[in-house]
């Protein structure tokens, strides 16, 4: 059974560099059937495609963020982990982590449980 | 970007009810019969579920009274049968193109 859980601060300040590393379960994050990628949701929203990445190291971000944002994998560790930088009140959501499956087309299939991040002094 | 477009917004429905989501894409997400739109479900608190992919091909294990149709810029899904644990809310996503991009959400609540 897969399981994706993600981890970090709970609260960060404005300007700070948010963290979150999110901890595969059930699959080998080096499978090369799978990209990885950090969806995220502010509250009474829609979500938000923040970035994918595979086990190489090959990433792609959402333009909206791409100069604040870095994902990068730990296949030892078969966890992946989310940076933002400068971050404001706007960047208060729930960071979600999931698999993204590219069977006919690109889809997230699982998704973690999410991890409410919130931004203020 | 593309912009995903769902309506209703909202809808009240009661149990047994036929149910249309309708998702519009702001330009054709279809390409050599391939259709890039994915429908997820998501109940309070939760994370969202994959419902279906590519348009009409559902998940493992999804009801078969979810079913997605729809091509070019146009897309649906429909809950045959509305049950208890369908309501929620459901949100459309396009994966044609970066930033890929969700639709607002509809909010299927019970009448």
């Known amino acids: 059974q897969l399981q994706l859980q993600e981890s970090g601060p709970g609260l960060v300040k404005p300007s700070e560099t948010l963290s979150l590393t999110c901890t595969v379960s059930?699959?080998?994050?080096?499978?090369?059937?799978?990209?990885w990628g950090w969806i995220r949701q502010p509250p009474g929203k829609g979500p938000e495609w923040i970035g994918s990445?595979?086990?190489?190291?090959?990433?792609a971000y959402n333009p909206s963020l791409k100069s604040r944002v870095s994902i990068s994998v730990d296949t030892s560790e078969n966890q992946l982990s989310l940076k933002l930088s400068s971050v404001t009140a706007t960047d208060t959501a729930v960071y979600y982590c999931?698999?993204?499956?590219?069977?006919?087309?690109?889809?997230?299939?699982?998704w973690g449980q999410g991890t409410l991040v919130t931004v203020s002094s | 970007d593309i912009q995903m477009t769902q309506s209703p917004s909202s809808l009240s429905a009661s149990v047994g009810d036929r149910v249309t989501i309708t998702c519009r894409a702001s330009q054709s997400i279809s390409q050599s019969s391939r259709r890039y739109l994915n429908w997820y479900q998501q109940k309070p608190g939760k994370a969202p579920s994959l419902l279906i992919y590519?348009?009409?091909i559902l998940l493992s294990g999804v009801p078969s009274r979810f079913s997605g149709g729809g091509s070019g810029t146009d897309f649906t899904l429909t809950i045959s049968s509305l049950q208890p644990e369908d309501f929620a809310t459901y949100y459309c996503q396009q994966s044609y193109t970066s930033p890929w991009t969700f639709g607002q959400g509809t909010n299927v609540e019970i009448k």
């Open positions: 059930g699959d080998s994050i080096s499978s090369s059937r799978y990209y």
């Open positions: 999931a698999r993204l499956a590219t069977v006919q087309v690109p889809h997230f299939d699982y």
């Open positions: 990445i595979y086990y190489s190291g090959s990433t």
């Open positions: 590519a348009a009409s």
